[in-house]
């Protein structure tokens, strides 16, 4: 399996330039470093709902004696093929990606949530020109509508949206098109919408080439998009790391709840950019106490089923049990009986909301801290 490219660490207000995305690698000064044991190379990805871009605002990973070098990479896929390969023992990733993974028989393990968009917090949503007649996305039947590579999260997602207003995906012209390059798509009419999410809608919008259509919040109760994902080898091999990762992955979350002023505005610094943008940016929540919401990944797991972007598992309960439930008992549950459980009313309401692409009860998707 080819490696990604491992980008060098470097100062914290260094920026370099991979792709079509500025990559900003954060690490902690040399002398600081070397005071703190064990070091954990931890990848990330350059959006912000990853919970380690917000590393400089926080020292959770500090206060648990880890000396965390987080290294951001430009998109999950390149996160977990280096975990696959050796070379991260953990990193951030969404769950589309690593489903994609672990149906092939990927020993990755979910064990703490980013953070999830909720109606008072949304994240992605769809856009079409301003000067467009498009109100619904009935209307939009027909028409073209971009995402920024076929299988990602909105991709998977049209398909949600058009089972919700009773459609099908197939009602839409599906085209890709770069994040970079959905201003000009728009902007030239090579496409009647975009369905992108945070930063690059408000880009849009301050241009005065995109409105406001749909937020994927409008058609979904919530919406998880991924986590801090491990190889199972290295946490079975090194479980007090794993666990003080994860105490410092809740703590981060808690954090930026806490103190979403400040987050913003470590996550305009780390992502470059410009302010204007970066303070109309949409930040969501995170799960007060880091666990996955069960019935969103099932929900996740069938869609991708539903459209062909990855073939049905034997023992599906089996797969969510190895990959996301006992690493979730084993070592989330440990990090929180060291941590402390935080109150998390929303959490739990929304986990038992009704989501499309599950049949039955809610309660037989739910995990065992979801049942309580």
């Keep these: 399996m080819q490696r990604p490219e491992e980008l060098s660490s470097i100062s914290r207000r260094q920026i370099i330039v991979a792709g079509s995305g500025a990559l900003a690698l954060l690490s902690l000064p040399a002398a600081a470093r070397a005071q703190l044991a064990p070091r954990i190379t931890l990848g990330a990805i350059p ?190 091999q090194n479980p007090q790391q794993a666990i003080k990762l994860i105490k410092g992955w809740i703590s981060a979350g808690r954090w930026i709840n806490a103190n979403a002023a400040e987050a913003r505005a470590i996550a305009t610094r780390t992502l470059k950019l410009q302010p204007e943008v970066g303070a109309k940016q949409r930040i969501v929540r995170w799960p007060m106490n880091g666990r996955p919401m069960m019935p969103n990944l099932w929900m996740t797991y069938n869609m991708m089923i539903e459209i062909d972007a990855i073939k049905p598992v034997s023992d599906p309960k089996g797969m969510m049990q190895r990959h996301f439930i006992e690493p979730t008992l084993k070592y989330t549950n440990a990090a929180l009986r060291e941590l402390g459980e935080q109150p998390d009313p929303e959490t739990e309401r929304l986990a038992k909301s009704p989501l499309p692409y599950l049949e039955g009860p809610i309660e037989q998707y739910l995990g065992p801290w979801e049942r309580t």
């Excluded at 993974?101 to 953070?115: Q, Y």
């Excluded at 917090?121 to 209307?139: I, T």
């Design 47 to 236: 959006f912000n709902i990853s919970t380690p871009i917000y590393a400089e605002g926080t020292n959770a990973w500090r206060a648990e004696g880890l000396d965390v070098d987080v290294q951001i990479f430009q998109a999950g896929p390149m996160v977990l093929e280096g975990i696959v390969a050796g070379s991260l023992p953990a990193g951030d990733a969404g769950y589309i990606p690593g489903l994609h993974r672990i149906v092939r028989g990927a020993p990755l393990i979910f064990c703490a949530a980013d953070g999830y968009a909720t109606k008072a917090h949304p994240w992605d949503r769809m856009l079409v020109r301003a000067d467009s007649p498009f109100k619904s996305l009935k209307d939009l039947a027909g028409k073209s509508i971009a995402v920024v590579a076929r299988g990602t999260v909105q991709d998977i997602l049209l398909g949600v949206a058009a089972k919700v207003n009773g459609m099908k995906k197939s009602d839409f012209q599906i085209v890709v098109v770069p994040t970079s390059a959905m201003p000009v798509a728009l902007k030239e009419k090579q496409v009647d919408a975009v369905y992108t999410n945070s930063p690059s809608d408000v880009v849009m919008e301050l241009q005065g080439i995109a409105r406001h259509l749909l937020d994927t919040t409008e058609f979904l109760p919530y919406m998880t998009y991924g986590g801090l994902v491990m190889s199972e080898k290295w946490a079975e």
